[in-house]
């Protein structure tokens, strides 16, 4: 999306992520344009929904990683995986768990930080050393 101040969210972001070679037949978006609630944008044929804190170019990625992490068990995946891509997805994008781990403690729930211990326990890798 234009600026960052929105991402791909649900079925579709786990199919731009390469997760699911399903292709939902609705697009969601999470976007800085979206207030209070999820609503469809009849326009544009896509639902759009707010944040959970405001989107720049500084947090967009762990974001749109974090709520990935957060859905992922709701929609049939092909990877074998789905933490081990995660991980490597974050390692590939050179991602801090510190900074992952301060996002989902701050707007997420416990289940989504459990997630992330999962992804953070299949990348065999210290990111913060490196």
Known sequence: MKDNNGYEYGAYALYKLGLTTQLPNQREIVSNHSYECR??????D?????????INQNN????????????????????????????EYINKKELKYSTLLAFADK??????IKKLA???????VDNEAA
């Open 39 to 44: 609503r469809k944008d009849k326009k544009l």
């Open 46 to 54: 896509v639902w759009v929904k707010p944040p959970k804190t405001k």
């Open 60 to 87: 967009i990625e762990y974001l749109m990683i974090l709520d990935a992490i957060d859905i992922v068990d709701k929609f049939p995946v092909d990877v074998e995986k789905p933490y081990r891509y995660f991980a």
């Open 107 to 112: 707007y997420y729930n416990l289940g989504t």
């Open 118 to 124: 999962s992804v953070a326990g299949e990348s065999g």
